[in-house]
């Protein structure tokens, strides 16, 4: 679709850069995790006492001697033929690893959150009027027609996850269904079926792929040591994440003014789920970024979208006072 077509190149690029900067992620990552292990094993057997007869003559000694061991490793070992080709065997070997990880974790991630929110994906021709209104602004985006799915939770939200339009999944929730009128929804799905079209669910997908597991390890774990120990490496996956998706949501707001027959109901939409509060339930932080209404702090924000489409409409907000002197009156 002609529409879409810079926006997929933009979006392949960052899937390519993202994948090679995901596999040097996972070397600093491994890098930084071996350090703090190393030096937190140290810290406890010192706190522990279990060096208590060690020699500290002998230490001095060899901290006056590291450079030249420093020297010795630098010019001698390092630079020899067979360290170089030991080396690059160990790199190549790490990055195979790193790359066939990063690829299995991709092909679960669809799997991971429907099981993570409930959703059920809905058998073909059971979900009739929805599922059909969903088939038509496929055909009309030049994509396949996803699967459907509906989640039973009263917040308003949607999320749509896939590495390629053939395979992407579209899920909204209960109380979006219940909230929104059918223009309204209608809307929100045509805004899933752009960022199809576009591959953004492609790069939000990868992104989460890639970055989720050591953000959600972060967070999950209740041992100080591999908090430490990823610490870095959960503040590496920000970044990359934060560097993929950078721009996304403006992107994808004005994709969508242009592909959907009714930008207006996206802008009253947006509005309701604004003013509705209420927050999905089932989702982690590791795959926030596949989420119509971003369910973190570190996304962008339902009042920046609202305000980007209201300058696409020219549209602008109405004062909060027009409101009750209209009611006094």
């Not at 020899?80 to 299995?104: D, E, M, N, Y």
């Not at 027609?145 to 939200?157: G, L, M, S």
Request: with cysteine.
């Amino acid at each position: 679709m002609v529409l879409h077509e810079s926006a997929i190149r933009r979006n392949r690029r960052r899937i390519v850069a993202l994948a090679i900067l995901a596999v040097v992620n996972y070397w600093l990552a491994a890098i930084v995790f071996v350090f703090c292990v190393v030096v937190g094993s140290i810290v406890a057997l010192v706190a522990e006492g279990f060096v208590e007869g060690l020699d500290f003559n002998f230490l001095a000694a060899f901290f006056r001697a590291l450079p030249d061991i420093l020297g010795f490793f630098l010019f001698e070992v390092f630079t020899s033929p067979i360290t170089a080709v030991v080396a690059l065997a160990f790199v190549l070997a790490g990055s195979v690893v790193a790359a066939i990880t990063l690829l299995f974790r991709l092909g679960r991630i669809e799997r991971r959150v429907l099981r993570e929110t409930g959703a059920t994906v809905a058998p073909p021709g059971t979900k009739g009027e929805l599922e059909n209104l969903l088939s038509g602004l496929a055909i009309s985006a030049d994509v396949p027609p996803p699967r459907f799915a509906v989640i039973e939770d009263p917040a308003p939200n949607a999320f749509a996850v896939g590495r390629r339009p053939e395979t992407a999944i579209v899920a909204v929730t209960r109380g979006l269904l219940d909230t929104l009128s059918r223009n309204e929804t209608e809307a929100i799905l045509s805004y899933e079926i752009s960022r199809i079209a576009s591959r953004d669910i492609a790069l939000s997908t990868w992104a989460v792929a890639v970055t989720g597991h050591t953000i959600e390890l972060w967070e999950n774990t209740d041992r100080f040591s591999v908090t430490i120990g990823l610490w870095v490496p959960k503040l590496l996956a920000q970044r990359l994440r934060a560097f993929a998706l950078r721009g996304q949501a403006a992107q994808q707001d004005m994709l969508a003014v242009r592909f959907t027959r009714n930008p207006r109901s996206l802008l009253d939409a947006l509005v309701k789920l604004q003013q509705d509060g209420r927050v999905i339930g089932a989702v982690s932080t590791a795959t926030a970024p596949l989420w119509l209404e971003y369910p973190g702090r570190r996304g962008p924000t339902l009042d920046e979208r609202i305000t980007t489409l209201r300058e696409l409409l020219r549209d602008p907000p109405q004062p909060q006072h027009a409101e009750v002197l209209s009611t006094e009156g």
